[in-house]
């Protein structure tokens, strides 16, 4: 979970929300600024930031981005949705929209059917 530090809170609400009703993963914080850097030592499945994926390092399950630039027209303010190659948009996204792709990221991995492009 990565979002400006100005937005630490909501990061940290997302964080705390995912972590307790997914106690079995791990869920970890970063600043934007400390992306890349965590992305390296993590290497986590599912990435949930105000970047979009092109930005930083590729080749996870899921990338979700949520942006967060105010100055942003209605249209450009949709989430933007990758797993496993799939792209879609949403208004949002609901917390349980990030724990389906959580689940469907998870489930591609037990399958083996998980390719990593998004």
């Known amino acids: 979970m990565a979002f400006e530090d100005i937005r630490r809170v909501y990061r940290d609400v997302f964080v705390k929300a995912i972590g307790d009703l997914r106690p079995a993963l791990t869920v970890r914080s970063a600043s934007l600024d400390g992306l890349e850097r965590a992305l390296e030592r ?69 399958e083996g059917s998980l390719s990593g492009s998004c």
């Open 42 to 110: 993590f290497d986590p499945d599912v990435v949930v930031c105000s970047q979009p994926n092109g930005y930083h390092l590729a080749g996870h399950g899921a990338w979700v981005h949520i942006p967060t630039d105010d100055g942003l027209e209605d249209d450009e303010r949709l989430a933007e949705i990758c797993l496993d190659g799939e792209r879609w948009r949403t208004d949002g996204p609901r917390l349980s929209e990030l724990l389906a792709v959580i689940d469907e990221t998870q489930e591609r991995m037990r």
